[in-house]
C-alpha cells in the first residue's frame, strides 16, 4: 500500500536547526503535513490533540525526553499503533537497545543523511 | 616531663608542707620545697610548650603553603577573568554557529525553492546564494579560535588544581549522585560519543532487521 503523504508527521526535537533539517528532508520526500514539538510532553499534547500517521523524534529533551514519550505512546491505548522512529546523538547500545524494548520501530543515530531517513521511512512505512 | 608526674610531684610538695605546717617548718625547708614546686612547673610548662609551638608551627607551615598554592592558583583571576571569558567564548561560538546556519539553510531553501524560467538569470542566482553560504562557512575560522581559547582556559584550571590536590595530599572523598546525575543514568542520557558513534548505524539496523 503507497504512503499517504498527506498525512500528519510530528517532528520532536529541541533544536529548531534539527526540526528545520528534518522538515525539509521529509518535505524533498514529499511529506506535505509535517508539524513540530520541542520536547516530549508538548509531543504529547499534540499526539492527543491529532492523529499522526508517523513520529520522528529526538531523545535528549526536557523535560520529557524522547525515551519517555515513547514509553508514554506505547502505554496509551489511544497512541501506541504511532509509528516512531527515533533520531538521535545516543548511540549507545544500551540506549538502541531499550528504545527497541520500548517499542521503537526504527533508529537513526545522529549525524545522518537524508539516503538513511529515506531507508528508515520506508522499513517503517513502507514504499513510496 | 608528663602532665601527671609533675602533678604527683607538686602534689607530694603541698602535702609535705601541710603536713607538718608551714609555720613549723624551717624557712630553708619551705624554700627548698617551693624551689621544688617551681622546678616541676617549668619542666611541665617547658614540655608543654614544645610540643605546642612544634604543632603550631606544622600549622603554620601547611597553612602558609596552602596560602602559597592558592595564590599560584590566581583564584581572583579565574574567577573574574578567566571563566567569564570563557563562557563569553562559547556563547559567542553558540551565536555565529547558529547564525551561520540560519544562513545556509536560508539559501538552501531558496535554492530548493527556485523556479527556473531562464537558464542565465537562474545560474546567476545560485552562484550569488552558493557564494553567500561560503561566506558564511567562515564562521568555522572563529569559532576554532574561540574553542582553542577555551580549550587553553581549562587546562590552566586543571593544571593548578591537579598541582594545588598534589601539593596538600588532597584525597577525593566518595563521590556523590547528584538529581541530574541520576536522571542522566535513569534516561540513559550518555550524550554523543567522544569519536563519533558508539554503535554504527550498521549495527543498530542489524538489531531492527
Given at each position: 500500500m503507497a504512503v499517504d503523504l498527506s498525512m500528519p508527521v510530528l517532528v520532536v526535537d529541541d533544536y529548531q536547526t534539527m526540526i528545520r533539517i528534518i522538515r525539509n528532508l521529509l518535505t524533498q520526500l514529499g511529506f506535505r503535513n509535517i508539524d513540530e514539538a520541542k520536547d516530549g510532553r508538548q509531543a504529547l499534547d499534540k499526539m492527543r490533540a491529532c492523529k499522526y500517521g508517523l513520529v520522528i523524534s529526538d531523545w535528549?529533551?526536557?523535560?520529557?525526553?524522547g525515551y519517555e514519550l515513547l514509553q508514554q505512546v506505547r502505554a496509551s491505548d489511544q497512541l501506541k499503533a504511532t509509528p516512531f522512529i527515533m533520531v538521535t546523538a545516543e548511540s549507545k547500545t544500551e540506549n538502541v537497545i531499550a528504545a527497541k524494548k520500548a517499542g521503537v520501530n526504527n533508529y537513526i543515530v545522529k549525524p545522518f543523511n537524508a539516503e538513511t531517513l529515506k531507508g528508515k521511512l520506508k522499513a517503517v512505512l513502507g514504499e513510496f | 616531663m608528663a602532665a601527671s608526674e609533675a602533678a604527683q610531684k607538686i602534689r607530694t610538695a603541698i602535702d609535705t608542707l601541710k603536713s607538718s605546717g608551714v609555720r613549723e617548718r624551717p624557712l630553708v625547708e619551705v624554700l627548698g620545697l617551693s624551689h621544688q614546686m617551681a622546678d616541676a612547673m617549668q619542666a611541665f610548662f617547658g614540655s608543654l610548650d614544645r610540643s605546642i609551638i612544634s604543632e603550631f608551627q606544622y600549622l603554620a607551615d601547611y597553612i602558609q603553603k596552602a596560602r602559597n598554592e592558592i595564590a599560584g592558583l590566581r583564584p581572583n583571576d579565574i574567577g573574574s577573568t578567566r571563566i567569564p571569558g570563557a563562557s563569553q567564548e562559547l556563547d559567542a561560538v553558540v551565536r555565529d554557529t547558529e547564525r551561520a546556519t540560519e544562513t545556509i539553510m536560508s539559501e538552501g531553501e531558496a535554492l530548493v525553492a527556485m523556479q527556473p524560467t531562464n537558464l542565465e538569470s537562474y545560474k546567476a542566482e545560485v552562484d550569488a546564494a552558493i557564494l553567500r553560504i561560503f561566506e558564511a562557512c567562515s564562521f568555522q575560522d572563529l569559532t576554532g579560535q574561540r574553542i582553542k581559547k577555551v580549550i587553553t582556559t581549562l587546562r590552566h584550571i586543571e593544571d593548578r588544581v591537579s598541582r594545588f590536590a598534589g601539593a596538600l595530599g588532597v584525597q577525593d572523598g566518595a563521590a556523590t549522585e547528584t538529581a541530574e546525575e541520576a536522571r542522566d543514568r535513569e534516561l540513559l542520557?550518555?550524550?554523543?560519543?567522544k569519536d563519533g558513534p558508539s554503535t554504527s548505524q550498521d549495527d543498530i539496523d542489524a538489531l531492527f532487521a
Open positions: 535528549n529533551m526536557e523535560p520529557m525526553t | 542520557l550518555n550524550g554523543p560519543a
